[in-house]
């Protein structure tokens, strides 16, 4: 885990929560590690393991400010290209 971006995301999080508006989080948008995507990306199931540490890690760093969860962002690309 980045302790500076997870500090600087619970400080950004606590100002929105603060301004009255909710958090949503999208877990995967475009950042799988290329060492990933070299074995295979999200058709391989070796992707699974540490997508689920990644979901579980943002959660215990910020779920205590996060109102809701998205898997994926634009979901249709990543199955399509």
């Known amino acids: 885990v980045n302790e500076r971006a997870a500090a600087w995301y619970r400080r950004y999080f606590e100002l929105?929560?603060?301004?009255?508006i909710?958090?949503?989080v999208t877990l995967y948008?475009?950042?799988?590690?290329?060492w990933l995507d070299?074995?295979?990306g999200w058709a391989s199931r070796e992707s699974i393991?540490?997508?689920?540490r990644h979901t579980v890690a943002a959660h215990e760093a910020l779920?205590?400010?996060?109102?809701e969860y998205y898997l994926v962002n634009e979901h249709v690309c990543i199955v399509f290209l």
Request: negative net charge; charged residues 25%; hydrophobic residues 40%.
């Open 38 to 40: 070299a074995r295979g």
């Open 63 to 67: 779920g205590d400010l996060v109102s």
């Open 22 to 24: 909710e958090v949503a």
């Open 29 to 34: 948008h475009w950042e799988l590690p290329r």
């Open 49 to 52: 393991d540490p997508f689920v």
């Open 16 to 20: 929105l929560r603060g301004a009255g």
